[in-house]
Each structure stands twice: as structure tokens, then as C-alpha cells.
């Protein structure tokens, strides 16, 4: 395997975390709190090995930047898209893993509180992490 894929693993990892926030979501709103706490955890688990994926990659390409090649409001539409998820990918690290820790210590509350704000924040994380690989690979 070459370094060459990492993109299209990234984005996999990125669409599919971003079904498994979607279902958790359903299933806590549907009050199955089992499969919730399951598809969550997947999802954490798809954005884990996105992260060693995207760091894996860009350690491996040692500094060489993938530049957007578009032009006009393609352009301005990309960097729009990732001048917002970049900052918002670092935040939901943190934030993801105090929601996990009020969730496992039974604090719900503050759990909920956090996760109000943060599956929307990591669903366009999500979804943006996958257009801007289309963006850059596919829609050239």
C-alpha cells in the first residue's frame, strides 16, 4: 500500500463516521441507548483511525502541501469549506472525549450538554472532509 490511498481511506473513514453519528443519533432519539452508545463509539473509533491516517499520510508526503487546483467560486467555495472544518476538526477532539467520559461516568446531563452543539459541529466535519477530498481527487 502507498501513501497514495490515504486520501480515499481518509474520506471513507469521514463518510462513514459521519452514517454512524447520524444512526447513534437516531438510536438515542428513538431512546435505544445501547445501540447508541455502540454506533458512537464507532464513530469515535472511524475518527480515531482517520486522525493516524491523516497524519500517516501527511508525515509520509514530508511537508509537501496538495494544492486546490479550481478556479473562480470553486475555488472560493473550497476554501471557504476549509477554513471552517479545519478549525472545528480540533475542537471536536477534545469535546468528543469529555462527552465520552460524562457519558461513561453517568453524568447524562453534561454529556447532553456537549453533545448539542458537538454532533452538528462533527457531522459538518464529517461531511466536509468528504467534499473537500472530492474537491481535491475527483472533481478536478
Known amino acids: 500500500m502507498t501513501a497514495a490511498i490515504l486520501p480515499t481511506i481518509?474520506?471513507?473513514?469521514?463518510?462513514?463516521?459521519?452514517?454512524?453519528?447520524?444512526?447513534?443519533?437516531?438510536?438515542?432519539?428513538?431512546?435505544?441507548?445501547?445501540?447508541?452508545q455502540r454506533l458512537?463509539?464507532?464513530?469515535?473509533?472511524?475518527?480515531?483511525f482517520f486522525l493516524i491516517s491523516y497524519v500517516t499520510y501527511h508525515a509520509l508526503k514530508k511537508g509537501v502541501v496538495t494544492h486546490y487546483q479550481g478556479t473562480g467560486i470553486s475555488?472560493?467555495?473550497?476554501?471557504?469549506?476549509?477554513?471552517?472544518?479545519?478549525?472545528?476538526?480540533?475542537?471536536?477532539?477534545?469535546?468528543s472525549l469529555l462527552a465520552v467520559r460524562h457519558a461513561l461516568k453517568?453524568?447524562?446531563?453534561?454529556?447532553?450538554?456537549?453533545?448539542?452543539?458537538?454532533?452538528?459541529?462533527?457531522?459538518y466535519v464529517s461531511v466536509t472532509g468528504v467534499v473537500i477530498y472530492f474537491m481535491?481527487?475527483?472533481?478536478k
Open 106 to 123: 453517568g453524568e447524562y446531563s453534561r454529556h447532553t450538554k456537549i453533545t448539542r452543539w458537538l454532533l452538528p459541529v462533527w457531522m
Open 10 to 36: 481518509n474520506a471513507s473513514l469521514n463518510f462513514l463516521a459521519g452514517i454512524l453519528l447520524f444512526c447513534g443519533w437516531l438510536a438515542i432519539r428513538r431512546k435505544n441507548k445501547v445501540l447508541h
Open 136 to 139: 481535491l481527487y475527483v472533481w
Open 75 to 95: 475555488r472560493t467555495i473550497y476554501f471557504f469549506i476549509l477554513s471552517t472544518h479545519t478549525p472545528l476538526a480540533m475542537i471536536i477532539v477534545p469535546f
Open 40 to 48: 458512537m463509539a464507532w464513530a469515535l473509533v472511524c475518527s480515531t
